[in-house]
């Protein structure tokens, strides 16, 4: 069974510091990982999907297949990055369902 | 353009009665999804619909949970009986392909008393 892990459920960090969200997968496949953001009172959106390697909004993830990890870093976090984060995985194939983590609240304080 | 919508946006019932869920996909979007959003358990896939048809209905928690897509478009969740362990937002949400961006609507919020 495939499962996502953030062992994170709360963030918090200063204007300008670095930040890293937790991301750990099961699967024994080769999965597509995205990570998924829910601003307060919008609607859950995509941050970025491993595939397509972009960095948005100044977000990147790599994924370690080693580690079975997909962590999401920005070098300088800053207020407006507070939200809900999900990562989520799609074990390919022809089903596309997403299987979610329970998510990380992070907090940027001024 | 339009993206996901989903009515009510809130919906109070009472245990044991039936409620029905609406989303409308974005237009043109062949793949449909209902996901659960709760306290605790974080987003639980429900159901996939690839036009009118459900591949996967494995996420569905018991045989009260059933939905259906009609017109390869609209997509009705309906929840008989309902129980407190019901409440949470149920979300849909819907891609121009299977593979392709899900686009997440705005959740229905419901309170099972």
């Known amino acids: 069974a495939q499962r996502v892990t953030q062992p994170e459920k709360l963030l918090s960090v200063f204007k300008g510091a670095p930040v890293e969200l937790k991301c750990n997968y099961s699967?024994?496949?080769?999965?597509?990982l995205f990570w998924y953001v829910q601003y307060s009172r919008q609607r859950l959106q995509l941050l970025l999907r491993h595939i397509s390697r972009e960095s948005i909004k100044g977000f990147t993830a790599d994924l370690n297949k080693g580690e079975t990890s997909f962590h999401l870093k920005k070098p300088f976090a800053q207020e407006e990055d507070s939200a809900m984060y999900y990562c989520a995985l799609n074990s390919g194939g022809s089903n596309y369902k997403l299987t979610f983590g329970k998510g990380t609240l992070l907090t940027v304080n001024p | 353009g339009a993206g996901v919508s989903q009515s009510p946006s809130n919906k109070v019932t009472e245990k044991g009665k039936d409620v029905e869920l609406r989303c409308d996909p974005i237009s043109g979007h062949t793949a449909l999804y209902w996901y659960r959003q709760s306290l605790g358990q974080g987003l639980e896939f429900l159901i996939y619909?690839?036009?009118?048809?459900?591949?996967?209905k494995s996420g569905l928690p018991s045989d009260r949970f059933s939905a259906e897509r009609t017109g390869g478009s609209v997509s009705t969740l309906t929840i008989q009986r309902t129980q407190q362990e019901d409440s949470a937002v149920y979300l849909c949400?819907?891609?121009?392909?299977?593979?392709?961006?899900?686009?997440f609507g705005p959740g229905t919020r419901l309170t099972v008393t």
């Open positions: 619909f690839q036009g009118n048809s459900a591949p996967d």
């Open positions: 949400a819907s891609s121009r392909t299977g593979d392709d961006e899900q686009y």
């Open positions: 699967y024994s496949g080769s999965p597509e």
